[in-house]
């Protein structure tokens, strides 16, 4: 196969293009720089199946030859990235998916969307299901992230629907490392960060908001086989388990051995009150589920972030 990953510099995007590289297939990546970084693909410089664009999937795009594939991975994907570029968030959900699936309408290629949990906003419903509708704030701080990937679903579903295109979407849960920046505002590389720096870690509210951790290989090999043999509908993929906030930091300390402590400042407006995700379809479609535990995982990033220089 020959796919286009759009965001391909990026920390899912380039982890995606080492899988379908891995699998023998060829990718393009296209990547403009704003939040990916050119480091997580110099590994694959010189790689004659991997060849790279530096371009913006929200201005006009061209691609010469056949595609059998286009995932659309790009846009900023946590807070401080899409709170410092909300209208580049708004436009790459919006006018990138545009030009990103008529490019795959042209080459008649499979398109698949990254979308996130986000879409269900603060829930209501928990566990939260793929059926859930959400429930978000348009014209809040996190409203240009969380409505540019609903905009992006519906503009899918679309272009499936009126075209007879065949489509993905996948909703990923919170993923991290390798290949995070440390200083992205994630709540995993957070901690670690600050424990290892000798820092306080800062939680908000009380720390009872629940999340559920993926590692990043499980979320890919989910992301992978969705690709291959989904279906057109939204499929959840992320790590089951669920934990607050405030069990995590504790985790993160107990590992790094700092004796660090915490300490609470106010919660973010809008701000998930719980997350997690009810993956039965990933289950029966796609055989598929996280492996990697989160203790495990947190300790591989806790080496990780000791032995990398910060980026």
């Known amino acids: 196969?020959?796919?286009?990953?759009?965001?391909?510099?990026?920390?899912?995007?380039?982890?995606?293009?080492?899988?379908?590289?891995?699998?023998?297939?060829?990718?393009?990546?296209?990547?403009?720089?704003?939040?990916?970084?050119?480091?997580?693909?110099?590994?694959?410089?010189?790689?004659?199946?991997?060849?790279?664009?530096?371009?913006?999937?929200?201005?006009?795009?061209?691609?010469?030859?056949?595609?059998?594939?286009?995932?659309?991975?790009?846009?900023?994907?946590?807070?401080?990235?899409?709170?410092?570029?909300?209208?580049?968030?708004?436009?790459?959900?919006?006018?990138?998916?545009?030009?990103?699936?008529?490019?795959?309408?042209?080459?008649?290629?499979?398109?698949?969307?990254?979308?996130?949990?986000?879409?269900?906003?603060?829930?209501?419903?928990?566990?939260?299901?793929?059926?859930?509708?959400?429930?978000?704030?348009?014209?809040?701080?996190?409203?240009?992230?969380?409505?540019?990937?609903?905009?992006?679903?519906?503009?899918?579903?679309?272009?499936?629907?009126?075209?007879?295109?065949?489509?993905?979407?996948?909703?990923?849960?919170n993923t991290y490392r390798p290949r995070m920046r440390p200083n992205d505002g994630r709540v995993v590389s957070n901690f670690i960060v600050q424990a290892l720096s000798n820092q306080p870690l800062t939680i908000y509210g009380d720390g009872s908001q629940t999340r559920s951790f993926c590692y990043v290989a499980d979320e890919v090999e989910g992301i992978y086989r969705l690709f291959m043999r989904g279906d057109n509908n939204p499929t959840n993929i992320g790590n089951p388990n669920e934990f607050t906030v405030r069990q995590l930091a504790e985790l993160v300390i107990e590992l790094t051995r700092t004796g660090a402590t915490i300490v609470e400042r106010e919660l973010p407006v809008d701000d998930p009150k719980v997350r997690q995700p009810d993956i039965r379809r990933a289950r029966e479609m796609l055989g598929w589920e996280p492996a990697v535990s989160l203790r495990g995982a947190v300790t591989r990033t806790i080496e990780d972030l000791r032995s990398a220089p910060a980026r």
Request: charge should be negative; glycine fraction near 10%.
């Open 1 to 173: 196969m020959r796919v286009l990953i759009t965001g391909a510099a990026g920390f899912l995007g380039s982890h995606l293009s080492d899988r379908f590289l891995a699998d023998g297939h060829s990718v393009i990546g296209l990547d403009n720089f704003i939040t990916g970084n050119p480091e997580n693909i110099a590994h694959l410089v010189g790689n004659p199946r991997f060849e790279f664009v530096r371009h913006n999937i929200s201005t006009y795009t061209y691609v010469a030859g056949p595609l059998d594939g286009v995932l659309h991975f790009a846009s900023p994907a946590s807070p401080v990235d899409y709170l410092e570029h909300p209208i580049a968030t708004l436009k790459v959900g919006a006018l990138g998916t545009h030009n990103a699936l008529g490019l795959a309408l042209a080459k008649k290629a499979r398109f698949f969307l990254a979308s996130t949990s986000e879409v269900y906003g603060d829930p209501l419903e928990h566990p939260q299901t793929e059926s859930y509708w959400g429930n978000v704030n348009p014209i809040g701080p996190r409203g240009v992230y969380d409505e540019a990937k609903r905009f992006a679903e519906a503009m899918t579903m679309a272009y499936h629907r009126y075209h007879g295109m065949d489509t993905r979407i996948v909703r990923i849960f």
